[in-house]
């Protein structure tokens, strides 16, 4: 929306359009103006909370949300074992502890990066990743299987689609699991006794520290 014309007009197109046009220093010492009240506010936006990757008034500060996944992997320490992403447009940083882990293979090293890459609401099934990539169901399979296997005790299959943290657990239903989070997990019947007994011993191991 423009409130001007003629030859006002450029000059408020380059007010709207280009950032710090809009925004005049006093000369002191102060802190930018809060995000919150920059009209390149994006609250509602997925991973960035702003128009541009970094902050036209604040230079290095960067507007990407915090995206940390979190995998729990056997014989490492709670810090060593979360795997910080941080995407933005055209790249992604991750932690390289699954790269230098000798006991994974290329296979799984490169699918675990791929899918660390990839939105949050990515279709995050066999058929899904296979449509992406060359190799077929059962090598993607077989690849999930090895990264299962890394996760250790603290991750249970509850489905033959989904696995569950164990710490994450509000409550197990007949058919499905509640999360602390509020998402409902489906749970598989020849399953659920896995799940039941997965889940107490898990609780007495904490509960020995």
């Known amino acids: 929306m423009y ?25 002191e010492a102060v802190t930018p103006e809060d995000c919150g009240t920059c009209r390149f506010y994006r609250p509602h936006w ?35 074992a979360v795997f910080r992403v941080e995407k933005n447009r055209g790249y992604t940083v991750m932690s390289n502890h699954h790269l230098r882990n000798k006991d994974l293979s290329l296979k799984a090293k490169g699918l675990l990066s791929q899918m660390l890459s990839l939105p ?13 990539n060359r190799e077929q169901i059962d090598a993607i399979r077989a690849a999930i299987r090895e990264l299962e296997q890394e996760l250790g005790n603290t991750f249970c299959r509850c489905h033959r689609s989904f696995l569950v943290n164990l710490a994450r657990i509000h409550q197990i239903k007949k058919t499905d699991i509640l999360l602390d989070s509020g998402v409902v997990v489906p749970m598989s019947r020849r399953l659920a006794a896995d799940v039941n007994q997965a889940f107490f011993a898990y609780y007495r191991r904490e509960a020995k520290k």
């Open 46 to 80: 997925k991973y960035q909370f702003c128009v541009y990757e970094e902050c036209p008034y604040q230079p290095g500060k960067r507007t990407a949300l915090d995206g940390a996944v979190k995998f729990q992997v056997k014989g490492v320490d709670d810090e060593m």
């Open 120 to 132: 949050e609401d990515w279709d995050f099934t066999l058929k899904g990743l296979s449509l992406i």
């Open 3 to 27: 409130f001007t014309s003629g030859s006002d007009r450029a000059f408020e197109q380059l007010m709207q359009g280009k950032p710090g046009f809009d925004h005049y220093d006093s000369g």
